[in-house]
């Protein structure tokens, strides 16, 4: 239980709560074992008044007394069994609720390049299937195993208090049961591992469906994907039945185990009973302890499950959740920014793949101009905008904002004041308006409208039979690549960033259109910093400054009119062959 000992901080919280839900359960169970103690009480009432006889009305007076006082012991225990479920039960909701929010919180600090490790239909199963099997251990496995080592307690304690020897006797079975119960739950332990490890892998091929369900269907290969979805379902069906199997030969064992008890209490009882030793009332006392001990003995294999399960759960849980955060924001300082922005001899390589991304680049910006960056795939031009926003960190060199070390400032703040459109567009699953509004949440409809001008997309969207209102299919599945493009760009905008990074996001735009998009940004960005990656000469011909890189390195810098006069130089080459294009 090794894994689960992340749990004993959220105990330790609700440990109030607990602890009145013990208390309520050990009130529950005393109320309980008032019932066999009256029935052996009358048993053995009976039993005098049959051997030496006695007045009639007495013995009714008794009967009927007892009987009250066991239907009243009962209404409380029920009372004080139902106050206990909700007491414990919902500490694991509680546990449950702060279990999803940290897995969740610690999802949105871990960098980039853990998410480029895992997949996501793992991820989910995590924060789901395997936090609800968590919280079967630190709900009804933690108030039953409570339950169970109260009335074990309570009853053994009280049956040796009257007879010793058949107490005995009747708790012999017990370490074998122990021994049976450690070598399942080894197995359970394992085979519950499997099982998650199968749902997961599950979970991410119908993920992966749902999102590429355009490509699956354009390359026709639904059948092949049905064969293979139905070979992964019956690996973990294969897996849930191996597990069941184990988690079925619980129950058989505690009702045999239980049985051999209650045959031992028959017949030692018995003999004592003949020999004198004990009243009839107690050999029924025994026998009704005994079966009172049969569901909580029962439950022992359950819970003994439930915990493996958990174990297993939980262990996947701490895989991820003592990742290290590698982008650790050091300030809590809100300074303002201005924009200024400055590389100086960054270096980055990409751990995943050991691929110098980044060698050598130095560059200076102030606030309100403008930089392009151009180069062939795979140059480094991405990963540059991924330094800025500090999703990523250089492995040498430094980069200043306002002359201070991007890695001394507030990362919430950096962030906040730098909008990025990145290559692949990601829009939600919401409508237009509130897609936008994303960059701004209080923004108001005016503000999108002017916004959406800029990027050239409001005619479009007011033909939309909704408009504003209309809503997005998943990742702006019924949207063109373009009107993706601008929405994000309009997003971008509405923010009123000090910084803006645009990574290649005009491509699926016109010539026509981008020009005008190019134009717009002129007018309402001067005292915006910008940085504008692109394949297109004439998305950064009107930037202050233009980088070409090639393998990482800046081979070439200067303006549009300085770079075009090297006729050997890759800028003017390519700015040839895109105007040849054109004309």
């Known amino acids: 239980m090794k894994s689960l000992n992340y749990l004993n901080k959220f105990f330790y919280e609700y440990r109030f709560r607990i602890l009145i839900g013990i208390l309520i359960t050990i009130i529950a169970r005393i109320f309980a074992l008032v019932a066999p103690n009256l029935i052996g009480d009358s048993i053995t009432i009976i039993e005098n008044y049959l051997r030496s006889g006695g007045n009639p009305s007495i013995l009714k007076k008794n009967l009927i007394s007892n009987i009250f006082f066991i239907v009243g012991a009962s209404i409380m225990a029920g009372i004080f069994t139902f106050v206990m479920r909700q007491t414990l039960i919902n500490v694991s909701r509680f546990i449950e609720f702060d279990l999803k929010n940290e897995i969740f919180q610690k999802y949105q600090e871990l960098n980039i390049s853990f998410y480029k490790n895992s997949r996501i239909g793992d991820l989910m199963n995590r924060i789901s299937e395997d936090v609800s099997k968590v919280r079967m251990y630190v709900g009804p496995a933690l108030m039953y ?293 994303f960059g701004k949440s209080d923004a108001e409809i005016s503000d999108i409208k002017k916004y959406s001008k800029i990027s050239c997309i409001n005619d479009e969207i007011e033909e939309f039979p909704k408009r504003y209102n209309s809503i997005l299919g998943e990742r702006g599945i019924n949207l063109s690549g373009g009107q993706k493009q601008r929405i994000a760009l309009a997003r971008a905008l509405i923010k009123k960033p000090k910084v803006l990074l645009l990574d290649d996001c005009l491509s699926a735009v016109d010539l026509e259109t981008e020009n005008t998009i190019t134009q717009n940004l002129q007018k309402e960005t001067n005292n915006i910093t910008k940085i504008i990656v692109s394949q297109r000469t004439s998305t950064i011909k009107m930037c202050n400054k233009i980088i070409v890189l090639n393998q990482g390195k800046v081979i070439e810098i200067g303006n549009h009119e300085e770079l075009i006069k090297n006729t050997e130089g890759y800028y003017h080459q390519i700015n040839y062959k895109q105007n040849k294009k054109t004309h």
């Not at 307690?153 to 074998?176: A, G, R």
């Not at 958990?310 to 959740?321: D, P």
């Not at 980069?399 to 919430?412: A, E």
Request: charged content about 20%; proline content about 2%.
């Open 145 to 437: 195993s409570i339950n169970t080592i109260t009335l074990f307690i309570i009853i053994i304690t009280y049956m040796l208090s009257i007879d010793v020897k058949l107490t005995l006797y009747t708790i012999t079975p017990l370490p074998l049961l122990s021994l049976v119960i450690y070598k399942l739950s080894k197995r359970i332990n394992i085979k519950s591992m499997k099982v998650q490890e199968s749902l997961s892998k599950l979970t991410t091929i119908a993920q992966e469906s749902f999102s590429g369900i355009s490509i699956i269907k354009s390359y026709t290969i639904e059948q092949e994907l049905s064969n293979h979805i139905e070979d992964v379902s019956m690996e973990t069906r294969n897996r849930h039945i191996d597990l069941a199997k184990f988690q079925s030969w619980f129950l058989p064992m505690m009702v045999l185990l239980i049985g051999m008890s209650n045959i031992l209490v028959i017949y030692i009882g018995g003999n004592q009973f003949i020999n004198g030793k004990i009243e009839l009332g107690v050999l029924a006392e025994f026998i009704i302890y005994v079966n009172m001990l049969t569901w909580p003995v029962a439950t022992v294999g359950w819970v003994t499950s439930i915990v493996q399960q958990a174990e297993a759960s939980q262990s996947r849980i701490n895989q991820f959740l003592n990742e290290k955060i590698k982008i650790i924001n050091k300030s809590s300082k809100i300074l303002k920014i201005k924009g200024e922005i400055e590389f100086k001899n960054i270096n980055f390589t990409y751990e995943e793949t050991n691929i110098k991304a980044l060698s050598d680049i130095n560059f200076k910006l102030k606030n309100g101009e403008s930089l392009g960056i151009i180069g062939p795939v795979g140059c480094g031009k991405s990963t540059l905008l991924e330094l800025i926003v500090r999703n990523y960190d250089p492995k040498s060199g430094e980069i200043l904002i306002d002359n201070i070390d991007l890695k001394n400032h507030n990362i919430n703040n950096i962030r906040n004041n730098i909008s990025y459109v990145p290559q692949t567009t990601f829009l939600f699953n919401d409508t237009i308006k509130n897609n936008i509004r």
